[in-house]
């Protein structure tokens, strides 16, 4: 018996280059990046013509080896005298390193690809001359990383943004992150629990996540004087806006795309996808990934951990912004639907985008600039 079509767990309902659902979602995102610096259709095309479909190491070569070329071809300006050219080029580098981590299994190649992306984009944000401020937050015994990035305007409003279940902060940058700096706001970007690689400190996706955002909204205060702060959650990060919105007073404004309230819902229905079907290896590559980044062994174990977990959405007075592509599956759209239904908050918007937006896949992954415009909008309406 197949999941009811209205509790689905998809992020995509159209294709746009490979059959393979999580490769082609990866791919629609290494594609929306190219407006903020990241590839151009020409490169990502030509990548994925290398790439042999729902073969996870083909795609890693591929990413690879054209991040490379880019390497190369930034130190090239570099000698030159070109610098602005060299952090053009590098950005595109760290964007190829950033993707081909995806599908890797854990081990050291998985933690060398991502150290090498971590290093291009220090050093592109130091070429681009974006003035990156690398900071890190204690927490639990480790140590939240991430970038501020000042605003030119004092009195401008800075935005946290916090990514999901498979980013790092660096490509939050290339998502939402250079739009807001480019706009004039001052702009956060950070890893929670389970996110990036902070999983390797023993820190992994935690319930009660006001706790570690707390940390880091101590940090954005005392270091970098912050004063107006809205945050902006994506995919999982859903869960980490509305928990936020119900316990962090210091944050003025809060955008979930989607908001994800019950995660313990979204668990279950990949649970029972999962028992009604193969794994495909890039699947199956990637959930072990995010098993790690939760700190389980299995999705038994993490639905154990999550259960009976839900945000009360009667705490949340402060001004939210629900944000909802249709390519959402049901259990996306019923939640955020739902949520935005039931907060108090008499500021609060929800934004539907459908096909003709070209933002309507998950997290407007298709179109990032939509959710952009919507968010500064809407934040200059409430603020």
């Given at each position: 018996?197949?999941?009811?079509?209205?509790?689905?767990?998809?992020?995509?309902?159209?294709?746009?280059?490979?059959?393979?659902?999580?490769?082609d979602?990866?791919?629609?995102?290494?594609?929306?990046?190219?407006?903020?610096?990241?590839?151009?259709?020409?490169?990502?095309?030509?990548?994925?013509?290398?790439?042999?479909?729902?073969?996870?190491?083909?795609?890693?070569?591929?990413?690879?080896?054209?991040?490379?070329?880019?390497?190369?071809?930034?130190?090239?300006?570099?000698?030159?005298?070109?610098?602005?050219?060299?952090?053009?080029?590098?950005?595109?580098?760290?964007?190829?390193?950033?993707?081909?981590?995806?599908?890797v299994?854990?081990?050291?190649?998985?933690?060398?690809?991502?150290?090498?992306?971590?290093?291009?984009?220090?050093?592109?944000m130091?070429?681009?001359?974006?003035?990156?401020?690398r900071?890190?937050?204690p927490?639990?015994?480790?140590?939240?990383?991430?970038?501020?990035?000042?605003?030119?305007?004092?009195?401008?409003?800075?935005?946290?943004?916090?990514?999901?279940?498979d980013?790092?902060?660096?490509?939050?940058?290339?998502?939402?992150?250079?739009y807001?700096?480019?706009?004039?706001?001052?702009?956060?970007?950070?890893?929670?629990?389970?996110?990036?690689?902070?999983?390797?400190?023993?820190?992994?996706?935690?319930?009660?996540?006001?706790?570690?955002?707390a940390?880091?909204?101590?940090?954005?205060?005392?270091?970098?004087?912050?004063?107006?702060?809205?945050?902006?959650?994506?995919?999982?990060?859903?869960?980490?806006?509305?928990?936020?919105?119900?316990?962090?007073?210091?944050?003025?404004?809060?955008?979930?795309?989607?908001?994800?309230?019950?995660?313990?819902?979204?668990?279950?229905?990949?649970?029972?996808?999962?028992?009604?079907?193969?794994?495909?290896?890039?699947?199956?590559?990637?959930?072990?990934?995010?098993?790690?980044?939760?700190?389980?062994?299995?999705?038994?174990?993490?639905?154990?951990?999550?259960?009976?977990?839900?945000?009360?959405?009667?705490?949340v007075?402060?001004?939210?912004?629900?944000?909802?592509?249709?390519?959402?599956?049901?259990?996306?759209?019923?939640?955020?639907?739902?949520?935005?239904?039931?907060?108090?908050?008499?500021?609060?918007?929800?934004?539907?985008?459908?096909?003709?937006?070209?933002?309507?896949?998950?997290?407007?992954?298709?179109?990032?600039?939509?959710?952009?415009?919507?968010?500064?909008?809407?934040?200059?309406?409430?603020?």
């Amino acid at each position: 018996m197949k999941m009811n079509k209205d509790y689905s767990t998809q992020r995509l309902s159209q294709r746009y280059r490979f059959a393979d659902p999580n490769m082609d979602l990866f791919f629609l995102g290494a594609l929306g990046w190219g407006s903020a610096g990241g590839l151009s259709a020409g490169e990502a095309y030509y990548i994925a013509s290398q790439v042999i479909d729902g073969d996870a190491d083909s795609w890693t070569s591929a990413f690879e080896r054209q991040g490379e070329v880019l390497r190369e071809q930034a130190d090239g300006w570099l000698k030159r005298g070109h610098t602005r050219a060299a952090g053009e080029s590098r950005l595109k580098a760290f964007a190829c390193y950033r993707s081909a981590w995806q599908f890797v299994v854990l081990g050291e190649r998985f933690k060398g690809l991502f150290h090498t992306s971590q290093q291009l984009f220090d050093q592109a944000m130091a070429e681009l001359g974006y003035g990156a401020i690398r900071f890190s937050v204690p927490y639990g015994g480790g140590e939240l990383p991430g970038h501020y990035y000042p605003s030119d305007n004092p009195a401008a409003p800075t935005i946290l943004v916090i990514g999901g279940a498979d980013t790092c902060h660096e490509d939050r940058f290339l998502s939402q992150g250079r739009y807001y700096i480019d706009r004039g706001y001052a702009v956060a970007l950070v890893d929670l629990p389970g996110q990036g690689i902070v999983q390797e400190q023993g820190l992994h996706w935690e319930v009660e996540v006001e706790k570690p955002i707390a940390a880091v909204v101590d940090v954005l205060i005392a270091r970098f004087g912050v004063g107006r702060l809205a945050l902006l959650g994506m995919s999982l990060g859903g869960y980490f806006a509305c928990r936020a919105a119900a316990y962090e007073p210091r944050l003025v404004a809060v955008i979930a795309t989607p908001a994800l309230p019950c995660p313990e819902e979204l668990f279950a229905g990949v649970a029972k996808q999962l028992e009604e079907g193969e794994i495909s290896e890039v699947a199956g590559r990637n959930h072990q990934v995010l098993m790690w980044k939760a700190g389980v062994t299995d999705l038994a174990e993490l639905r154990q951990r999550w259960a009976g977990v839900a945000v009360d959405p009667g705490r949340v007075q402060v001004p939210f912004l629900s944000v909802l592509g249709m390519q959402e599956g049901g259990i996306w759209k019923k939640q955020t639907e739902e949520w935005h239904a039931a907060i108090p908050s008499v500021k609060k918007r929800l934004v539907k985008l459908d096909a003709e937006t070209g933002a309507d896949a998950h997290c407007q992954g298709s179109n990032p600039l939509r959710l952009v415009q919507e968010v500064d909008g809407w934040l200059k309406e409430v603020l």
